[in-house]
């Protein structure tokens, strides 16, 4: 089980979850923040401080939300992460299914 960043942080990045994270695997892409789910450590410290609660649970996700399992794991496709989420800083890019989202 790992957590996942859903639609409700498109547009919005507070990135309050990447200052709180212990294991540094939240990354800021162009529109909204991602999660490795192969560094995440399952803590929820990220989840706790979400304010529109787009971190969850992956086995809790329902309906539409189910795809940003992958969505997440897409926007890793290709990309250095060596340097953890807050040394990276913003990655210019997203999923393919968050970039083509309309700008809202």
């Known amino acids: 089980m790992a957590f996942v960043v859903t639609q ?34 399952n803590c929820g ?7 529109t609660q787009a971190i ?10 189910e795809q940003f399992v992958a969505i997440n794991d897409q926007f890793f496709e290709g990309i ?8 990276s800083g913003m990655i210019d890019h997203d999923a393919e299914f968050v970039a083509q989202l309309p700008k809202g």
């Open 8 to 41: 409700a942080c498109v547009d919005v990045k507070d990135k309050s979850c990447i200052q709180v994270c212990p294991a540094d695997c939240l990354f800021e892409g162009a529109r909204m923040m991602y999660i490795n789910s192969d560094q995440c450590i």
């Open 45 to 51: 410290a990220c989840e706790a401080v979400c304010p």
């Open 56 to 65: 969850r649970y992956d086995d809790e996700l329902d309906g539409d939300e």
């Open 80 to 87: 250095d992460i060596s340097k953890g989420g807050r040394k």
